[in-house]
Structure formats: C-alpha cells, structure tokens
C-alpha cells in the first residue's frame, strides 16, 4: 500500500504508457491499470483481485445494454438510407448555399446515436457531391460536417464517453442530453462561425480518394424512408428518456409532487434507457428491413457485425469503470481534501472545470481516444470532488468540462484525425492546421460556455 498520488501516478502511466508507447489495447491497459491500483490500495488482501472484477460487471450492467443498441442503430440509419433523408431534409431545409450549415447540423444530430467514424463515412460523399455542383469551397463543407459531428460525440449520451461520465458522477441520463445539448447548441454557432473564416485561409482542393472503387452515387428520393420514419430512431430515446427525468423531478416536488407519482412510476419504464434504445432499435431495423428488404440472414449478420463492434467498447468502459472505482479505492479524494484544506484553498468552483478540462486534454493529448480520456478524467475529477453540494453547482458541469477536455488536441494518435486527413484526402500537415485547430478551439470554446451555464444556471 503506497501513497495516494503515487498510486494515482501508476495508474495514469500504465494506462498511457501501454496505450501510448507499447500500442497495447485500450481494455488490456485500463483494465491492467485497475489491478495495479486495486493492489496497492487499501483493503483485504483477498478481495483485491476481486473487486476489480465485480466494478466492472457493474458498470456493463448500467451501460453495456445501451451501447450494444446504439450500435444497431447507428448501423441500420446508415444501410437503410434514413440517415441520408435526415440530412436531404436539413439541405432543402436551408438551402443549397447553405450547405455547409446543414452538414453540420446533419452531423450535430446524426452524431447522436452514431459513431464519429460512421458519420464521416456516411456524409463525406454527400459533402464532395455538393461541392462539385455549387462550387462551395470542400475544405468548408468537411470542416462544418466534422466538427458538428464531434461535438455531440463527446457531449450528448448515448454515445460512450458521455454516457459513461453520467454513471461516474451519478447524473441522471436525462439531465446529461438536456445540459449536453444546452451546452452543444451555441458552441456549434460559434465553430460554424469560425470555420467559415478559418477555411478561407487554406486553398485545398477536393482530391480524388485513394480507392480503387467509384465513389458511391446518392439513392434517389424514392428509395428513402419518410422524415418521421427516419428520425425517430434518434429522436424516441431522447424524448423518453427526458420524459422521465422531467416527470421524476415533478415527483419530487414538496407540493403537488403526488399528482406525478404515477406518471413517473410509468415513465420510469418506459423512459429507462435500456428500453427506449431497444425500442429504437427495433424501429430504426424495421425501417431498414422495409426499405431495403434485406432478408432474415442478411439482417441477422448486419446485428452480429453491429454487436460485434459494440463489444470491444463495452469491455473498454467498463474497464475503464472498474479502473475509476480502484482509485476511489486509494482514497485519493481524501488526501487531496486534505491538501487543500491544509493550504487553505477550496474544492469547487470555476477552477474545478478547468482542472478537469486540461486532466481530460492531457490525458486526451498524450494517448489519443476521446473515450479513453474522459473514463480516466472522469475517475479522478469523482474522487476529487468528493460530495456534489460542495461544488456550488450541479456536477453534470465537471461532466461537461471534461467532455470538452477530451476533445482538445485531436492529433495524429487519434484515429479520428485519421479518418478526417485520408477520408478527406487531406495531407497530415494540412489536417493539424485546419482540423486540430477546429477541434481544439471547439474545445475551449465549451469550456467557456458550460463555465457561463454553471455561473448562471447552477442547478445546485
């Protein structure tokens, strides 16, 4: 049993060095990690083994069941064309000239459910296809499609890192899409805003992929499914999920909070994140299987491979759960506690969320998943933080500044650089200066933001 901050110190470099330096799989290294603390943190020698394995069934028992039908879905809104109509809608919506706005807002949706990879997949063609009939400059119109995509990515549930932060600091999921989303909506105004200035300074031109495969033609309108049909896969679990909290708050109050028992005991099911992304689930299949008829083996294989990509996620959250639940272990709250107190400072407050914000960054910078960086971030900031009334603000600010933190420095060892530079058809060069910036400084813009929400809106 060693020192909190020098167990903290292990943790954190076997995690990013295994990560980092030794190229070794995410789940491998924080689950690695997790032992490492465990052992040296305080406790029954035979139980330390052990309770890593049991905090990791509890946080795949919270969120393994959302992430597996997350990944459906995303998968069927792809294959099924309904993504597609989404953005068609938003194109016509504002307008051809405006379509960089709406493959950003196309991306700021979409990214919800889906993945950050799948949607640049999925709107990249559209992206080159308009520039080559409006002339719209290409750098614009990616820069705009990505950045909206990145932003919810690490800001709204059910994606991930969001979903895992509510769990951490015990946030209700309802609370995390509303704030995530009040914290989203005038950060993307702003990038826009910049992205239509900063892309004006780069003359890349719309280079031809490096495939050997034709770039796939766009279905025609015939062959997609309605708006409704292809919205409410994304949109039913939002909604049922913030019926609940809205209708568990009313419950709650000291007067008339009796006359909402009953709707909350109801909304309580309905509303429970699992249910309602079975539900999607099965609506966003149904579309696909109407619209393109697939067949009972085809489809069966399109869950099996959807499942099979959400599997590797659910073993690094949890991993990176039961990794969180170690340090608590250590007691590294409490000697933290203590050194403030002794030097006379406070927990709380607006150096609270750029504390977590560059944890997040750094952790973020040094070994490239967004994911990855806010499960440790978000471990740390829990234990430090110690009782939420403390803070003079609702924790779900903590959440988000981390979030952002984890967007920072989106660099060459992030796999989303990647897919931007080579999917784009961008050099490495070209991609630091126009998309790391773009996402860096979307970073710290929410960070100003959600630090203006927690100023102003406190919801202690």
Known sequence: ?????????????????????????????????????????PGALDQKITRVAVEFGATAGKIGIVIAFAAVIGDCL??????DRIVRFLMRLLGERRAPAALMASGFVLSIPVFFDTIFYLLLPLARSTHRRTGIRYLLLILAMGAGASITHSMVPPTPGPLILADIFKIDLGIMIMFGLAASLPTAVVIYCFVVWWSRKFDIPMRPLASALPEPEPLPDAQLPGLFAASLPITLPVLLISLNTFASSLAKLPEGGKD????????????????????????????LARRRKPGRAAMARLVESSLSSAGLIILITSAGGAFGAMLKEARIGDSVEQMFSASGGALGGMKLLLAAFLVAFVIKFAQGSSTVAMLTAGAMMAALIGAPETLGFHPVYVALAIGWGAQCGNWMNDSGFWVFAKMG???????????????????????AVTMTLAALLPFA
Do not use: D, Q
Request: glycine share 8%.
């Open 425 to 447: 058809g961008l050099t490495e060069v070209e991609a630091l200066k126009t998309w790391t910036v773009t996402v860096s400084l979307t970073a710290v813009v929410g960070l």
């Open 260 to 287: 909402f028992a009953r709707l909350a005991e109801i909304t309580a099911i309905v509303g429970n994140p699992n249910l309602a992304m079975l539900c999607s689930a099965v609506i966003a299949a149904a579309v």
């Open 78 to 83: 792809t294959r099924s064309g309904a993504a």
């Open 1 to 41: 049993m060693g020192h909190p901050f020098v167990i903290l110190a292990l943790g954190i470099g076997i995690v990013v060095g295994a990560i980092l330096i030794l190229r070794i799989n995410a789940f491998v290294a924080l689950i690695t990690a997790a032992l490492a603390v465990s052992l040296c943190a």
